[in-house]
C-alpha cells in the first residue's frame, strides 16, 4: 500500500509542481484532515484535534519555512559506527564525520556487551562529552536483558536507545521506558511499525520519547499524517527512520512538512541520513552542515536513474548477467541458465 499511495503523493506534487513537503504545509488544515482515515484512532485523536494542531501550526510557518531554506533539518549520521568495523575504521570514519561538521552519531550495539563498550569509549573519546550519541540495538534483546545492557551503557550518556527489543511489544517499551527514565535514556521505535494503531498504542503508553516513522512501512501519507498529529498531541519528537534504497529522500520530506505544520519545533527532532545509494536516485539528497537541505524539484523525491534502473533489473540486467558470468551469485546463475 506504501508503495501504491507513495507514488500517487509524488505524481500530485509533480502535477502541482511542488516538492512534496511544500505540497503539505501549503494545504489548509481541513484538506490535511480529509486525506486521514481516524478509524481505531478516535480515543488518541479526534478530527476536532486534529485541525486544532494543524490550525495552530499555520501560525508563523512562513518564518519557520525561511528557516528551513536557510539552514536546513538537522540530521544525524549512521554510516560511520556501524557493528563489525574494525576500532580503527571506526575512530576513523567518527573522525571524519565530526571534520564533516555532523555533532549527532549513532552506533550499533547488542552483540557483545565488552564490544558495546568498548566501541562506545572509542566514539565518545572521538566526539567529546558534549555531542550527542545514539544507540540502535535492532531488536536484539528481551525486556530485562535491554534494561540490564543499557544500565551498564548509560555511563556514555545516550540520548536514547533504539528499537532495544520486539518492535511489537509495546508493553515491553513501556517497561523499558519507565526504567531508563530515571537514566535521562529514552527509547526510539517505530520503523517496524506498519500501521498508525501500533503507533497510538506506544504513545499512549508512553512507551516512546522518540517516534520514527518509515515513509516505506506506513501506509503512505495519510497514515504517516495520523500519526504526526498524534505524536503532537503526545508531545513526543518524531524522528524518521531512513537509509537505504531511497528512505533519505522520503524521510527528509516528513520531517520538514512536521516542523513547519504539526510540531512547529526543532527541539529534539532530527531525521537519520545514511551516506550511500544516493547516487541511483535523479535527485538526491543535499547535506550541508549536518542538515537536510529543503529539496525543491516537484514530487516525492522518488525518480530513480534510467541507467540504475536498467543495471538492476532482474535477471537481464548488467549487474545480475556479470553476476552469473563469474560466478559469484547462485541465484543469478541459477535464473539465468533457466532463461527465467
Request: glycine share 6%; aromatic share 8%.
Amino acid at each position: 500500500m506504501a508503495a501504491v499511495l507513495n507514488a500517487l503523493w509524488d505524481l500530485w506534487a509533480r502535477l502541482e509542481g511542488k516538492p512534496l513537503w511544500k505540497l503539505l504545509s501549503d494545504m489548509e488544515p481541513e484538506q490535511l484532515v480529509s486525506c486521514i482515515d481516524f478509524s481505531y484512532i478516535t480515543d488518541a485523536l479526534t478530527r476536532a484535534e486534529a485541525l486544532e494542531i494543524l490550525r495552530k501550526g499555520s501560525v508563523g510557518r512562513e518564518a519557520r519555512e525561511s528557516q528551513l531554506m536557510e539552514s536546513g533539518f538537522p540530521a544525524y549520521t549512521t554510516s560511520c559506527a556501524w557493528l563489525g568495523y574494525p576500532d580503527a575504521e571506526l575512530r576513523q570514519r567518527c573522525t571524519e564525520a565530526l571534520q564533516d561538521g555532523w555533532t549527532r552519531f549513532k552506533v550499533k550495539v547488542g552483540s557483545s556487551l565488552e564490544d558495546d563498550e568498548r566501541r562506545c569509549r572509542i566514539i565518545r573519546d572521538v566526539i567529546g562529552p558534549d555531542r550527542t550519541l545514539m544507540l540502535d540495538a535492532n531488536q536484539r534483546w528481551d525486556v530485562l536483558e535491554a534494561v540490564e545492557w543499557m544500565q551498564k551503557l548509560a555511563r556514555f550518556r545516550p540520548l536514547w536507545i533504539e528499537e532495544p527489543t520486539s518492535p511489537d511489544d509495546v508493553l515491553g517499551h513501556k517497561h523499558i521506558s519507565q526504567a531508563l527514565s530515571a537514566l535521562g535514556i529514552g527509547v526510539a521505535t517505530g520503523e517496524q511499525c506498519q500501521n498508525r494503531v501500533v503507533f497510538k498504542q506506544l504513545l499512549q503508553a508512553k512507551a516512546l520519547q522518540f517516534c520514527q516513522v518509515d515513509t516505506c512501512r506506513l501506509g503512505g501519507i495519510p497514515e504517516i499524517l495520523a500519526v504526526l498529529l498524534m505524536a503532537r498531541k503526545f508531545q513526543v519528537p518524531v524522528c524518521p527512520h531512513a537509509g537505504g534504497v531511497g528512505l533519505c529522500e522520503l524521510a527528509q520530506h516528513i520531517s520538514m512538512f512536521d516542523f513547519l505544520s504539526v510540531s512547529t519545533s526543532l527541539e529534539n527532532r532530527v531525521c537519520e541520513y545514511v551516506d550511500h545509494l544516493h547516487e541511483h536516485f535523479v535527485f538526491p539528497v543535499r547535506i550541508h552542515k549536518a542538515a537536510y537541505m529543503p529539496p525543491m524539484e516537484p514530487g516525492y523525491s522518488t525518480e530513480m536513474r534510467k541507467d540504475s534502473l536498467q543495471d538492476f533489473e532482474f535477471p537481464g540486467g548488467r549487474v545480475w548477467r556479470e553476476l552469473a558470468s563469474s560466478g559469484k551469485h547462485a541465484v543469478a546463475v541459477a535464473v539465468t541458465e533457466g532463461g527465467s
